[in-house]
């Protein structure tokens, strides 16, 4: 039926539309400029975030298409980028119990029908060998992240993310992961949860850290967010 499906519809790369054959997940033009290493940043809760790609305006189109046009075949190419870097920088800690991911409160998932950092943890599991279990979940009054005021951002955080069953983490370690992290502030409080809630150690992964993160500018953000100041952050966190 894939195959079938293919045939109507061949794929296409995801970074630049080139038609792919069957068992390619991107062309080969794209994949030769794939970053050499993996993007390591800092979290300010003590984890660090790895990332095949930096959010440049290539990536950026891939993720949009993904996201808002069902390209769910982009999934692939991010997953298989994404398995290479957590095994490039993980190696010695590969002993993850389970891979997680961000949740999508269920109003936008049944709006979007799927929650693409679901998606990518899923098949990102599948290669490295790991189980996926979903182990957070989030208030379905949560408005979109973009939407919100910097302020409301950070006075939300503490009341979005909760998790499912504490039995499912304790002892564990984890790796958490999302599409894209931006100020680093929704995989810091999730892997806080987590850690409260027993996880031994969470490891953080994303398709794509955006270009002006440094921990320094996520730690402002913090800080200014526990001050209540009237901050002006914005999206990126730059
Ligand atoms: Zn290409």
Redesign the pocket.
């Known amino acids: 039926m894939n195959r079938l499906l293919g045939l109507i519809y061949p794929p296409k790369?995801p970074?630049?539309s080139?038609a792919l054959k069957f068992d390619m997940t991107?062309?080969l033009?794209?994949r030769a400029k794939f970053p050499e290493t993996p993007r390591i940043e800092p979290l300010v809760t003590g984890e660090i975030c790895v990332a095949p790609f930096t959010y440049n305006t290539v990536i950026k189109k891939a993720i949009a298409q993904y996201k808002f046009r069902g390209k769910k075949f982009n999934t692939h190419s991010f997953a298989s980028a994404l398995a290479g870097s957590i095994k490039n920088v993980y190696s010695k800690d590969m002993s993850f119990e389970l891979i997680t991911c961000v949740p999508m409160s269920p109003d936008r998932k049944k709006k979007r029908g799927y929650n693409q950092a679901e998606l990518v943890a899923k098949m990102t599991a599948d290669i490295l060998g790991k189980k996926f279990v979903q182990v957070l979940y989030r208030d379905s009054g949560a408005k979109e992240q973009h939407l919100k005021s910097y302020e409301n951002r950070i006075k939300d955080e503490d009341n979005t993310f909760h998790i499912i069953a504490p039995e499912l983490v304790r002892g564990k370690n984890i790796l958490l992961i999302d599409d894209v992290m931006t100020t680093g502030t929704t995989l810091s409080r999730c892997s806080s949860i987590l850690k409260e809630n027993g996880a031994e150690r969470v490891f953080c992964g994303a398709i794509a850290i955006v270009k002006g993160y440094s921990f320094g500018n996520s730690k402002r953000y913090i800080d200014a967010a526990e001050k209540q100041s009237s901050g002006k952050g914005n999206e990126n966190g730059t």
């Open positions: 790369c970074y630049c080139a991107e062309c033009v794209c």
